[in-house]
């Protein structure tokens, strides 16, 4: 494993790195925030290209190239990839590029699913996601790979993006579009819903309401903010300078972000999203960061 | 003027180039189509970078014209920019690169809302768009300068762009969605609302039934085209080889479609906005093409 021979010069005590096509990612950066309070980020957002959910898989796998040089290059000990559609097509080839670890948001969330849903003798679990995530079929895959034969019954939610982004999460038309988008996961009475993509999180409270208490909601951000916890344990990774306190905040100036475009915007949506705008932010270019 | 001295060679039966930042200006084409069945035309959609309304003004510019460059390079007697976003904030950088005439969609617009209100004495325009392009003041601009002390009242809009293209236009949602951002240009009784920008018209019908029958609703597209259509005479650049015929239909194989990413999914929500889908349609690179 070319990951495991480099780890050894990667320093404990350096970020941990989080891309995404934009401001989604940052459900995924809580998580991490929350799940892992002594460890500190730096986290990018393609704004410039955003958003990835509409755009081609050879297109997609570029951009998350471009990304993850940029955050290699800044000295990361470990990269998430928290962008749902990245992680379904772009995993392999990052993997190869950059040599520190690389987390997805797919296998995560897709063995978390199958993990709380294990006793049931037919589980069925939901998809949500972008319609490139969709088609590239990699949450049912990674599904299967976790148990065979699990029914996976998927769904693309285009609007559910804009709607997020758009200080709209808690509306009447949301909740009108979502019992739309999530009427087939309904009907087929599925025991876990798994948020496949980084926005969907914000709508958590109008996806229950439509589907009910009992189907389990799977948040890909937090279940990778766990895989990577315990990763951290096992490569001897975790962080020995002591930054954790009981007044440390998400968006903090222990955290750094970078975009790659409309930073004005990225602050607005950010606090929409997490309640505070990142006290470090900063526009940055990532075309043409070369290759090792 | 540089493009006069240019345009002398420029052969009038080229075809007139047309960018987007994806499939919206396909209603800019729709205009030009109809309003000039003799001439034939290429569009550019950047679907590999849409949207361009959340965008920073330096990104936009700096896609503008590159796809201005690549536009150029194939060949084309007039440039229009039929992306809303990109005429408010790349115009005179668009102008100064490329030697023949470019034709935003901003102007005529404006120009045309001031028209229709002209015998009304205190006339009131409201304009609709991006957040980009609400932000850049450049309708209020254009249409202060064609008549002075116009009251403009402005909305953004973001959602509609995603409601257009995912093919909810004419939802419960989408009127819902409508009536909330339209209530402010409702409450000032405009005389005249222009639709800035060009998902907008796709939505036309839900507008409408909102603002009510007494507001001129004005397709800056089509705006645009009537002037295309007088400055081709003016510049005696009308096509000498006829090609119009009764038969003659949007996306037939005499317009040529290029598309910077997913080509797929342009031609699934062309078919949406126009009844047809491109029958030229081919995914192209337009990074790097440089300056002359």
């Known amino acids: 494993?070319?990951?495991?021979?480099?780890?050894?010069?990667?320093?404990?005590?350096?970020?941990?790195?989080?891309?995404?096509s934009g401001v989604g990612g940052l459900t995924v950066y809580?998580?991490?925030?929350?799940?892992?309070?002594?460890?500190?980020?730096?986290?990018?957002?393609?704004?410039?290209?955003?958003?990835?959910g509409t755009k081609s898989l050879a297109t997609?796998?570029?951009?998350?190239?471009?990304?993850?040089l940029?955050?290699?290059?800044?000295?990361?000990?470990?990269?998430?990839?928290?962008?749902?559609?990245?992680?379904?097509?772009?995993?392999?080839?990052?993997?190869?590029i950059v040599g520190i670890d690389v987390v997805g948001v797919i296998g995560p969330g897709g063995r978390k699913?199958?993990?709380?849903?294990n006793e049931k003798p037919n589980a069925k679990i939901g998809v949500i996601a972008t319609e490139a995530t969709v088609q590239s079929n990699a949450y049912a895959e990674a599904i299967s790979r976790a148990r065979e034969g699990a029914t996976?019954?998927?769904?693309?939610?285009?609007?559910?993006?804009?709607?997020?982004?758009?200080?709209?999460?808690?509306?009447?038309?949301?909740?009108?579009?979502?019992?739309?988008?999530?009427?087939?996961i309904v009907a087929e009475k599925v025991d876990a819903l798994v948020l496949g993509c980084t926005h969907y999180p914000i709508l958590r409270n109008v996806i229950r309401?439509?589907?009910?208490?009992?189907?389990?909601?799977?948040?890909?951000?937090?279940?990778?903010?766990?895989?990577?916890?315990?990763?951290?344990?096992?490569?001897?990774?975790?962080?020995?300078?002591?930054?954790?306190?009981?007044?440390?905040?998400l968006c903090?100036?222990?955290d750094h972000f970078y975009v790659t475009d409309a930073a004005d915007r990225f602050s607005r949506v950010a606090e929409r999203f997490l309640g505070s705008p990142p006290k470090k932010l900063e526009a940055v270019e990532v075309f043409g960061v070369d290759a090792e």
């Open 1 to 20: 494993m070319s990951a495991d021979k480099t780890q050894s010069k990667v320093s404990r005590d350096l970020p941990i790195g989080i891309f995404d």
């Open 30 to 52: 809580r998580a991490l925030h929350n799940q892992l309070p002594n460890e500190h980020f730096i986290y990018l957002g393609d704004t410039a290209r955003v958003p990835y």
């Open 60 to 68: 997609v796998e570029r951009y998350a190239i471009e990304n993850s």
């Open 70 to 96: 940029f955050l290699a290059a800044k000295g990361i000990k470990l990269l998430v990839v928290a962008c749902n559609t990245a992680s379904a097509v772009a995993l392999p080839k990052i993997r190869d």
């Open 113 to 117: 699913a199958v993990a709380i849903t």
């Open 152 to 184: 996976v019954i998927q769904a693309a939610c285009p609007l559910f993006v804009s709607l997020a982004e758009e200080g709209w999460a808690e509306s009447d038309e949301a909740r009108s579009i979502a019992r739309k988008y999530l009427s087939p």
């Open 209 to 249: 309401e439509i589907v009910g208490d009992k189907v389990a909601l799977v948040d890909s951000g937090e279940a990778t903010a766990e895989e990577v916890a315990k990763l951290l344990e096992e490569k001897n990774l975790v962080n020995r300078i002591s930054i954790a306190s009981k007044d440390r905040q």
């Open 252 to 254: 903090d100036d222990l």
